[in-house]
């Protein structure tokens, strides 16, 4: 089975820096998976990290720890468009297991 | 033209009637699936297909079925629907491998009275 871990809200200031964590559980891992959701819309892809490191692209960049079973999302120059729920998903048996997603609300 | 595309997008029906979600996709993905969000709870997987004629349960697949006649169609029923069905419901296809993403619709969202 799977089981995702994510902390639930947050509130950062336009053009800091925000980390956001992922905890997994699983018996199969083919990589993590990062996607933003806008209220009321779809779950758009960020990143895929399958190897231990950092990943950058741009703005935002993640992580991950296989042995640690971790993962982090980071958010750089927060702009207002940001403001969204961020999902962690595990890949594994031919699924994508979801953890619940972590809000973050950007303020000017 | 968006890739993937579900109809209604937005429907509010009475208990006990009888549903179909819609979902169409023109990426030429065998891999397909169901997945209801509910405030508070994520994404929770209803139903998946590999193929067409192929289905496979999910984590809630209670109160639901499915059906793949052809590759581009996945369409969820809801045979007696109930009030805590009400939800945000998202299709999404993926390709053959684990390592690639998944490409969502737009979601419907149903209430049912």
């Known amino acids: 089975g799977q089981n995702i871990d994510q902390p639930t809200e947050m509130t950062a200031t336009e053009g800091a820096i925000v980390q956001i964590n992922c905890t997994y559980q699983t018996s199969g891992f083919n990589g993590l998976f990062w996607y933003q959701q806008h209220a009321g819309e779809a779950p758009t892809f960020l990143s895929y990290?399958?190897?231990?490191g950092l990943e950058e692209k741009g703005r935002f960049s993640s992580f991950l720890s296989r042995s640690k079973g971790y993962s982090y999302l980071l958010l750089k120059e927060l702009q207002m468009k940001d403001s969204a729920s961020y999902l962690c998903a595990v890949s594994g048996n031919n699924r994508l297991a979801f953890g619940k997603g972590n809000q973050v609300v950007v303020i000017p | 033209d968006a890739d993937v595309t579900q109809t209604p997008r937005n429907r509010i029906t009475k208990t006990g009637k009888r549903i179909m979600l819609e979902c169409s996709q023109t990426?030429?993905?065998?891999?397909m699936y169901w997945y209801r969000q509910d405030p508070g709870l994520g994404l929770r997987l209803i139903y998946y297909?590999?193929?067409?004629?192929?289905?496979n349960k999910g984590e809630i697949s209670d109160g639901y079925s499915v059906s793949r006649q052809a590759q581009a169609k996945f369409s969820l029923s809801l045979e007696s629907a109930i009030p805590n069905q009400t939800a945000l419901y998202f299709c999404?296809?993926?390709?053959?491998?684990?390592?690639?993403?998944?490409?969502f619709g737009p979601g419907t969202r149903l209430l049912v009275l």
């Open positions: 999404a296809t993926r390709g053959w491998s684990d390592t690639e993403t998944q490409y």
């Open positions: 990290n399958v190897l231990d």
């Open positions: 990426k030429g993905h065998d891999r």
């Open positions: 297909s590999f193929d067409v004629k192929d289905i």
